[in-house]
């Protein structure tokens, strides 16, 4: 049996009203996947009833939630549904026709050889996918992939909000589900959570395709809400990473930086006010102890970043603990 043969590939498709492209999604997913889990996520067009009345593919399973959960609450559903069954890669389809199922097979790749955990698609790889985006997306996917980075510590990916993503059952295995956000944030807690669990992350150049679906995507949602989530993130990955678990050269470049900054900025703060209260021009040496301890602390902080963006996990989570599930399989598993 070939490694290729040995991975169990499912697909879970979120399904809130997507009533009129699920179905030719379905008939779009090639016979390299084994499973197909659509997540009828409360869904008021009664997708899943759709799907078990008119789709005769053996490989789907209609999954149902009583309440909507969001996207990332029906996706963790069907997480839970493709371990249940042993699966090793599960791909995340949205339902509404915008990922193209063909382009599995390829997207896969980093996973099926090892060098990744986990891969998301990137629609700005290339300038000529790019023409095709929408303009309000372009600009919110652009300050949140910056946000992502800052946040999560993967500074090597873009377009952090695709839909389009694949997971290795090793990775999975190390997350916390119940703790990962259900909605519109979910994608970036995931990567918070990879980062922590130390999984790579790789992304896939793609093509998008938009039609007449209706983005989700709010730009006030994206820079006020997710803003203050953002730094509430990074936050918890800098004392996870550099203090509670380690403490590194990177750890002494933040220390050293946020009173030297803070310094700078309030002593100018009050320099420049006297200055103005009497009308008399600050003197260099007041200038310069203000100035230097904010350009020192500029320059730590520009280390500590530099040291973050160095620190991304190296070697997948397959090669460090996955090599005996891969045994089990190739020996005969099922």
């Known amino acids: 049996m070939s ?3 040995c991975h169990v590939i499912a ?6 009203r997507t009533r ?3 179905l030719d999604l379905i008939r779009s997913i090639g016979p ?12 008021p067009d009664h ?11 053996s490989r789907v399973q209609v999954l149902r939630h009583g309440v909507n959960q969001g996207v990332g609450g029906a996706l963790k559903t069907g997480y839970q549904a493709a371990m249940e069954l042993g699966c090793d890669i599960v791909v995340k389809l949205d339902s509404d026709g915008q990922m193209d199922p063909l382009l599995i097979p390829e997207m896969i790749v980093p996973i099926t050889a090892g060098f990744a955990d986990y891969v998301k698609g990137n629609r700005f790889y290339y300038p000529e996918y790019v023409r095709s985006m929408p303009i ?6 652009l300050g949140l992939s910056f946000l992502t980075k800052l946040s999560c510590g993967y500074w090597s990916i873009f377009d952090p909000c695709n839909g389009f993503t694949a997971i290795h059952r090793t990775a999975l295995l190390q997350l916390p589900l119940d703790k990962i956000a259900d909605r519109y944030f979910f994608e970036t807690d995931m990567l918070f959570r990879l980062n922590l669990a130390g999984a790579v992350v790789a992304d896939y150049p793609m093509r998008a395709k938009y039609a007449d679906e209706k983005s989700g995507l709010n730009v006030k949602k994206i820079f006020v809400e997710f803003s203050y989530r ?3 993130t990074f936050a918890k990955r800098v004392y996870y990473k550099y203090f509670l678990r380690d403490f590194t050269y990177g750890s002494l470049c933040l220390l050293a930086s946020l009173p030297l900054i803070l310094f700078g900025l309030l002593f100018g703060a009050y320099s420049w006010y006297k200055a103005w209260q009497s009308a008399i021009i600050s003197p260099p040496g007041t200038v310069m102890l203000s100035a230097l301890p904010l350009l020192m602390g500029m320059q730590f902080l520009m280390s500590f970043m530099a040291e973050d963006q160095h620190s991304q996990p190296k070697i997948s989570l397959q090669i460090l603990y996955g090599s005996a599930r891969k045994t089990v399989v190739q020996s005969g598993g099922k």
């Not at 697909?11 to 809130?16: G, I, R, T, W």
């Not at 997708?47 to 593919?57: A, P, V």
């Open 47 to 57: 997708t899943g009833d759709l799907i078990e009345r008119e789709c005769n593919d």
């Open 136 to 141: 309000l997306r372009w600009m919110g996917n």
């Open 20 to 22: 009129s492209h699920v």
């Open 11 to 16: 697909v879970v498709l979120p399904c809130y």
């Open 230 to 232: 953002h730094v509430c």
């Open 3 to 5: 490694e290729k043969e």
């Open 32 to 43: 390299e996947v084994k499973h197909i889990f659509a997540v009828d996520d409360k869904c």
